[in-house]
């Protein structure tokens, strides 16, 4: 599956996920946020949309874009593409927000959107370029599987309010 990122280079580039997964060619630049409307899905808490196994064929033509930026200003810079999906109920395993429900970086939203679809190997591979990647999975393995078997964004949402 291909995967797309428009990173913003606004975070600490030891910490960012998203430069790693672009600096080992385990994701495309994309180099301007009109690009992320252009195909594929596009992944955004800013939209209603829950991404599901129901996406698979647009993935397929057009990739898993993400974005890497400060969530406090996304509003404000992103607008909100057909294409746009959200991620159901996830926990992050990163440093920063372990624990905490929603606040995933690039590569676990990514991996996460890739675990979906039944992409469970490719998940796995671009979250072993980080020493918690495998947490992710771990913590999130229930509500994954669920996901995974669900056929459409509503069953996403409802399955959801099992973890939430």
């Not at 599901?52 to 404000?76: H, N, V």
């Not at 190997?121 to 495998?134: H, P, T, Y």
Request: hydrophobic share 35%; with cysteine.
């Amino acid at each position: 599956m291909h995967l797309y990122i428009l990173d913003y280079r606004e975070c600490d580039p030891k910490k960012c996920t998203a430069r790693k997964l672009l600096d080992n060619d385990m994701a495309e630049k994309i180099l301007h946020e009109r690009d992320l409307g252009k195909g594929g899905i596009y992944l955004t808490p800013l939209t209603d949309k829950a991404f599901s196994p129901e996406d698979r064929e647009y993935c397929e033509e057009g990739g898993i874009r993400a974005l890497d930026c400060t969530w406090t200003e996304a509003e404000e810079k992103l607008p909100v593409y057909e294409n746009a999906r959200a991620l159901p109920y996830l926990v992050a395993a990163n440093p920063v927000n372990y624990g905490k429900p929603m606040q995933l970086t690039t590569v676990e939203a990514l991996s996460a959107a890739l675990y979906i679809l039944g992409e469970e190997d490719q998940a796995r591979e671009i979250l072993s370029k980080f020493n918690w990647g495998e947490q992710f999975l771990k913590l999130n393995k229930e509500p994954l599987n669920e996901y995974q078997k669900a056929e459409n964004s509503k069953e996403i949402v409802d399955i959801q309010m099992e973890f939430v």
